[in-house]
């Protein structure tokens, strides 16, 4: 195998397969058929940090794959068939999740997947994630619950700002201030020609039914927010309302609200929290589906 082979094994993330951009897939030795969990990262985190959310997820569904998606401005700039195009390797694997799941026993069982995203940079890629697979899959895809960590957020221009300044490295945020502000002017005058705004968008499409439904095809979704009064990048009411919004609709909601922790920290600020939080999501779901007969 060339050693330009994107499936080659890669050490950003030891022992994940490197499938597509910035896209990464860990199986474990014991793999459980239909078992998997999706992490869409903040912008511009850096895999020490979202090597600790793996690590939980290690712990707390050892027989899962794990897909983790990272986020960077490039793409998150990038018109939306670009972003879903870059998504393609993941769509895949999810689609063979839940391919492989409905084949791989006597009785029908859905797939457990949970899909976990952080920041709005991660609640995009999510939300390109979910639409592209609507496309592909034909159907709503089947959730054991999403967990929404610091997100989502409505455009605040200058906590957009300084969540985008700050997914650059040091050297690069004196130079790249003007650039933020540069894109995120060009947002606003996309947005005043008539434009949906993306993270209206993404607010709609997490709680969207032709995207999301639950693992089971019945019964009701369920959804995690975890996050804080003190975030300085995402406004906790925004987080608050959409909570409010999806209990509208009927789903199972946990709030789970942390005490000074900053945005996407509260795993390091409370680690027992988070961990019981994503925990209870996981364990939620999965039963076979009754027969019909």
Same mark, same amino acid.
């Given at each position: 195998?060339?050693?330009s082979?994107?499936?080659?094994k890669?050490?950003?993330?030891?022992?994940?397969?490197?499938?597509?951009?910035?896209?990464?897939?860990?199986?474990p030795?014991?793999?459980a058929?239909?078992?998997?969990?999706?992490?869409?990262?903040?912008?511009?985190a850096?895999?020490?940090y979202?090597?600790k959310?793996?690590?939980?997820y290690?712990?707390i569904?050892?027989?899962?794959?794990?897909?983790?998606?990272?986020?960077?401005?490039?793409?998150?700039?990038?018109?939306?068939?670009?972003?879903?195009?870059?998504?393609?390797?993941?769509?895949?694997i999810?689609?063979?999740t839940?391919?492989?799941?409905?084949?791989?026993?006597?009785?029908?069982?859905?797939?457990k997947?949970?899909?976990?995203?952080?920041?709005?940079?991660?609640?995009?890629?999510?939300?390109?994630?979910?639409?592209?697979?609507?496309?592909?899959l034909?159907?709503?895809?089947?959730?054991?619950?999403?967990?929404?960590?610091?997100?989502?957020?409505?455009?605040?221009?200058?906590?957009?700002?300084?969540?985008?300044?700050?997914?650059?490295?040091?050297?690069?945020?004196?130079?790249?201030?003007?650039?933020?502000?540069?894109?995120?002017?060009?947002?606003?005058?996309?947005?005043?020609? $008539?434009?949906?705004?993306? =993270?209206? +968008?993404?607010?709609?499409? #997490?709680?969207?039914?032709? %995207? &999301? @439904?639950?693992?089971?095809?019945?019964?009701?979704?369920?959804?995690?927010?975890?996050?804080?009064?003190?975030?300085?990048?995402?406004?906790?009411?925004?987080?608050?309302?959409?909570?409010?919004d999806?209990?509208?609709?009927?789903w199972?909601?946990?709030e789970?609200?942390?005490? $000074?922790?900053?945005?996407? =920290?509260? +795993?390091?600020?409370?680690? #027992?929290?988070?961990?019981? %939080? &994503? @925990?209870?999501?996981w364990?939620?779901g999965?039963?076979p589906?009754e027969?019909k007969?």
């Amino acid at each position: 195998m060339a050693s330009s082979d994107i499936t080659k094994k890669t050490s950003r993330f030891p022992g994940f397969e490197h499938i597509g951009y910035r896209t990464w897939l860990y199986t474990p030795e014991k793999a459980a058929a239909g078992e998997l969990v999706i992490i869409c990262s903040w912008l511009g985190a850096r895999p020490k940090y979202i090597s600790k959310y793996v690590a939980l997820y290690q712990r707390i569904a050892p027989t899962a794959q794990i897909l983790v998606i990272e986020s960077n401005i490039a793409i998150l700039a990038s018109p939306y068939q670009l972003q879903r195009d870059a998504l393609k390797p993941a769509v895949n694997i999810v689609r063979d999740t839940v391919l492989l799941a409905a084949t791989s026993l006597e009785t029908p069982i859905p797939p457990k997947m949970l899909l976990h995203t952080f920041s709005n940079g991660g609640a995009n890629t999510a939300t390109q994630l979910l639409l592209a697979l609507r496309k592909k899959l034909r159907e709503p895809l089947p959730l054991t619950g999403l967990v929404l960590d610091s997100s989502p957020a409505r455009v605040r221009y200058w906590r957009a700002h300084r969540a985008m300044l700050f997914s650059l490295s040091p050297p690069s945020r004196v130079p790249g201030t003007v650039a933020v502000h540069v894109m995120l002017g060009l947002l606003y005058a996309w947005i005043g020609l $008539g434009n949906e705004d993306p =993270a209206r +968008l993404t607010r709609r499409t #997490l709680l969207d039914d032709s %995207a &999301v @439904q639950p693992d089971g095809g019945d019964g009701e979704t369920q959804v995690c927010y975890l996050y804080s009064e003190t975030d300085r990048m995402t406004h906790w009411h925004d987080i608050w309302d959409h909570a409010r919004d999806a209990r509208r609709k009927g789903w199972n909601v946990e709030e789970v609200l942390f005490d $000074g922790s900053g945005h996407c =920290a509260h +795993l390091a600020q409370d680690e #027992l929290q988070y961990s019981q %939080a &994503v @925990q209870r999501m996981w364990n939620r779901g999965r039963m076979p589906k009754e027969s019909k007969l």
